[in-house]
Nanobody
């Protein structure tokens, strides 16, 4: 069974930094894109950043210049380095992955359960 597990969330002061990670485990044939999304209370889930298999990155306007997404292909892990954090960044951060579990299996999108990031003084 393939699963995505996030880690590294927590409480940070405004202007601070935090790095969160998401590791994919299980029987994986290939991972294409991986990404981070977030959901604040009472709001819809929104894109934070994505990274394709060729390393192409895409960021939401609200995170561009402050957040950096990176990927360790050998470890099937995606990271999100967050700098200059603002209270508006408070949310549950979920990762997802577009992957295949076998050469003859269709690509599917899996989600992790999320990690809480709270920005507050």
């Amino acid at each position: 069974q393939v699963q995505l597990v996030e880690s590294g969330g927590g409480l940070v002061q405004p202007g601070g930094s935090l790095t969160i990670a998401c590791a994919a485990s299980g029987s994986i044939f290939s991972i294409y894109a991986m990404g981070w999304y977030r959901q604040a209370p009472g709001k819809q889930r929104e894109l934070v950043a994505t990274i394709a298999s060729d390393g192409t990155r895409n960021y939401a306007d609200s995170t561009k210049g402050r957040f950096t997404i990176s990927r360790d292909y050998a470890k099937n892990t995606v990271y999100l380095q967050m700098n200059s954090l603002e209270p508006e960044d408070t949310a549950v951060y979920h990762c997802n992955a577009n992957l295949r579990v076998g050469i003859n299996r269709p690509a599917v999108i899996l989600w992790g359960r999320g990690t809480q990031v709270t920005v507050s003084s």
